[in-house]
């Protein structure tokens, strides 16, 4: 009689209370049908129908209990695909949230100079191409992180390390002067090249730079400079740095620093460095700081075998 409970176990656990139901149904007939063909007494028949409670008692705590942790799973499942939702919501807000204001700048621009007699058409047509750009920029970024955060797909191209930190370092040139940082740029000569997504890398050095002015800005240190490097790092991968003289990460972060929402400022979502991260990662790279007095980040790359910075040249 007890090997009964070995099926029923397995039927509880498969299909549930309704599988359970169903098993204990099976084998109460079965024990009817064979009482009945063998003429079992009476008192024996008491002693198998007290054993079939027991049997009973298991099966349906059995199948409520998984029942129960289906219910509990599907609820996690739903929770996370809510929560997936929002944190795709929230970068793709904080990766516009950028270019959105240099559009707001441009177009109060271009009102200032339209307001002044006479215009100054040339400079107002190269503000309105900047507001483009920018424009082209944000449905850029949104669809590419869309697609990053949904699928992991990329764009990959061969990109070479030297001349991208050198057009990472244009784009915040103008924002370092009128902060009084000095933005310097160290570039190991014949660096192999790369196969990366570009706007995906560009995401990664933006926030890493915008950081770093960031960290400056607010602590007011007496040296204010920020150096960006793209040396050899092991076989077969590249490493890229940013390096400023602000204050570092606080010990009390160190620890969570790349978790979403996980930040030391007033503003801001702490979603930069955990979508850092998980580009770098889908580049089979890694992204890390590291715990010094000042702000100093670290990423590598995967090189590609054969092409260097200089075999166009």
Excluded at 10 to 29: N, S
Excluded at 137 to 157: C, P, W, Y
Excluded at 240 to 253: C, H, K, T
Aim: hydrophobic content about 45%; overall charge neutral.
């Amino acid at each position: 009689f007890f090997v009964l409970f070995l099926p029923l176990i397995w039927i509880a656990a498969r299909q549930g209370l309704v599988g359970a139901a169903a098993g204990l149904a099976f084998i109460q007939v079965g024990l009817i049908i064979v009482a009945q063909a063998s003429g079992i007494e009476a008192s024996t028949l008491l002693e198998v129908q007290a054993r079939m409670l027991g049997l009973s008692v298991t099966g349906l705590l059995l199948g409520v209990v998984v029942d129960e942790r289906e219910r509990a799973q599907e609820s996690l499942r739903q929770s996370l695909r809510l929560a997936a939702a929002g944190e795709m919501a929230a970068a793709l807000a904080h990766e516009a949230n950028q270019p959105l204001t240099a559009l707001v700048t441009y177009g109060r621009a271009c009102q200032h100079m339209l307001a002044r007699q006479p215009a100054d058409m040339a400079q107002l047509e190269q503000t309105v191409g900047k507001i483009t750009e920018q424009a082209q920029r944000v449905g850029a970024i949104v669809k590419r992180l869309r697609d990053f955060l949904r699928s992991g797909t990329m764009n990959l191209e061969r990109l070479a390390p030297g001349d991208f930190l050198e057009a990472m370092r244009a784009a915040f040139a103008h924002e370092a002067k009128r902060d009084g940082i000095a933005l310097g740029i160290r570039i190991e000569p014949d660096l192999p090249r790369v196969l990366v997504d570009r706007l995906e890398l560009e995401i990664v050095l933006r926030n890493l730079i915008a950081n770093a002015l960031e960290a400056i800005r607010e602590s007011r240190p007496v040296r204010r400079q920020i150096e960006l490097e793209a040396v050899r790092h092991d076989d077969g991968f590249v490493r890229l740095s940013v390096i400023d003289s602000g204050p570092g990460i606080p010990p009390e972060l160190r620890d969570r620093l790349f978790l979403p929402f996980s930040t030391s400022k007033s503003h801001g979502m702490g979603l930069g460095l955990a979508i850092s991260r998980a580009i770098v990662k889908a580049h089979g790279g890694r992204l890390w700081a590291e715990p010094t007095d000042h702000g100093s980040f670290h990423l590598t790359l995967p090189t590609l075998t054969g092409e260097t910075d200089d075999s166009d040249h």
